[in-house]
């Protein structure tokens, strides 16, 4: 029988909130990110939340400092990214 995999062993991330003003639709910025390791989660008025994985964090942070997309927050914690960037969007209800 497989070990359950607990939250110690499984992968890390973080989140990065940045301004993308040149996009108006969800579709236009996957299209712009998917040559990134990165996965959009949210994207409102110009703004987007991004996640990416723990080793890769560094290296997107640098390719994020310029371009389209530019970054403005990052955390390990999805709440406090979308706090910083004024997020309307509610949590979800458990």
Known sequence: MA????KALRGKR???????????????LK???SKY???LY??????????VKLEDYNG???ELSKGM???????GKIRLVRERMSFTR????R
């Open 3 to 6: 070990r359950k995999l607990t």
């Open 14 to 28: 973080r989140w990065i909130g940045c301004l993308c003003p040149d996009f108006q639709e969800r579709s236009e």
């Open 31 to 33: 299209k712009y990110l």
């Open 37 to 39: 390791p990165v996965r």
């Open 42 to 51: 949210d994207f409102e008025d110009g703004k987007c939340i991004l996640m």
């Open 60 to 62: 997107m942070k640098m």
């Open 69 to 75: 997309v530019v970054s403005q927050t990052s955390s």
């Open 90 to 93: 509610n949590p979800r209800k």
